[in-house]
């Protein structure tokens, strides 16, 4: 299972870009990348998932060099809603994952 | 990609007893993950639980300790027994569906 390497903590005021980046310097070739939210006292949520380039959704787009040894995510304009604890997780469909340290972000006013 | 549904959402146990946990999906689904999430802190995998067979634990974790059930593709229970007060976490239910879905946790507070 790739290990993946997050930091731990993010702030940013409100309306600006944010990009997390996360390294799995292991990542195998059927490895997909995978992106979640998790708020206090709820289950982590799916943001954005891929496996190389760039893949973009309604809420955030998801940066991977050619190599695929790290990625990033981006929100676009973040609002206090976007305080979260963001978790990258790297693995092949139908297996278990391994959850890292997760990167705690703090939206200020 | 599919819903669960996990209950209870809380409890406050006594130590020594023993606390059911259970997940509805609304779907088939194969394999089924139990992690914990102690306070503060990232969630750690417990076991895989597939149908029809034993589930698979994780290092640290034991099945006398946190027995699972998985009676068909679309339910499992996890028990966490004899608790402590180093029990009190939370836990939480995923499937694989399009990315993996969790349920919303369940509160376990050993006093």
């Known amino acids: 299972l790739a290990k993946t390497t997050q930091p731990i903590s993010m702030d940013s005021y409100e309306g600006q870009e944010v990009n997390i980046t996360c390294s799995h310097n292991n990542i195998a070739t059927n490895d997909y990348i995978t992106w979640y939210q998790q708020f206090p006292s709820q289950g982590p949520r799916f943001i954005i998932q891929?496996?190389?380039t760039k893949v973009t959704n309604e809420v955030a787009s998801l940066f991977i060099p050619a190599d695929r040894k790290s990625s990033t995510l981006s929100l676009p304009r973040v609002s206090l809603s976007d305080t979260a604890v963001y978790y990258c997780?790297?693995?092949?469909?139908?297996?278990?994952?391994?959850f890292g340290t997760g990167t705690k972000l703090q939206v200020i006013p | 990609s599919a819903v669960i549904s996990q209950k209870p959402s809380r409890d406050i146990c006594q130590r020594g007893t023993s606390l059911t946990i259970q997940c509805q999906v609304d779907?088939?689904?194969?394999?089924m993950f139990w992690y914990r999430q102690q306070p503060g802190q990232s969630l750690t995998l417990i076991a895989t639980a597939n149908q029809g067979s034993e589930a698979t634990y994780e290092s640290g974790f034991v099945i006398d300790k946190f027995p699972i059930s998985r009676p068909n593709l679309t339910f499992s229970t996890l028990t966490v027994s004899n608790m402590s007060p180093e029990d009190s976490s939370i836990y939480l239910c995923?499937?694989?569906?399009?990315?993996?879905?969790f349920g919303s946790g369940t509160r376990l507070t050993v006093v």
């Open positions: 995923s499937v694989e569906s399009f990315g993996y879905t």
């Open positions: 779907s088939q689904v194969t394999m």
């Open positions: 891929g496996y190389k």
């Open positions: 997780l790297v693995g092949e469909g139908y297996q278990k994952v391994t």
